[in-house]
């Protein structure tokens, strides 16, 4: 199992598209994710004094894009990558994140 922090507004979108993307598909060629001892970490460098954000539970194996483990040297780990949309149908479970302080 993989995740990814996004927003209620654009899970909501994801939900009426039929599939979820992020902005950094667009920007870098793929959606950032995080392992499960990953996701604090991001929380508090990304989305400090976030409000309404959302963490989907993505299954590896459901996903037809391809995904790629990628090292990031600012933090010095590897982060799952994956190259394209992520299918609904992946998304096993989402779950209503506490406001970031």
Do not use: C
Request: aromatic share 10%; hydrophobic share 40%; no cysteine.
């Amino acid at each position: 199992m993989i995740y990814h922090v996004t927003t209620l507004a654009s899970w909501e979108q994801a939900k009426v598209l039929g599939y979820y993307e992020a902005p950094s598909l667009h920007t870098e060629g793929f959606i950032h994710l995080s392992q499960a001892h990953q996701v604090a970490g991001v929380l508090l460098r990304y989305y400090k004094g976030m409000k309404e954000l959302v963490l989907l539970h993505v299954e590896e194996g459901l996903l037809d894009a391809p995904l790629k483990y990628e090292h990031s040297p600012s933090v010095g780990e590897s982060f799952p990558h994956v190259f394209g949309r992520i299918n609904l149908s992946a998304i096993t479970k989402t779950e209503t994140l506490p406001d970031q302080i």
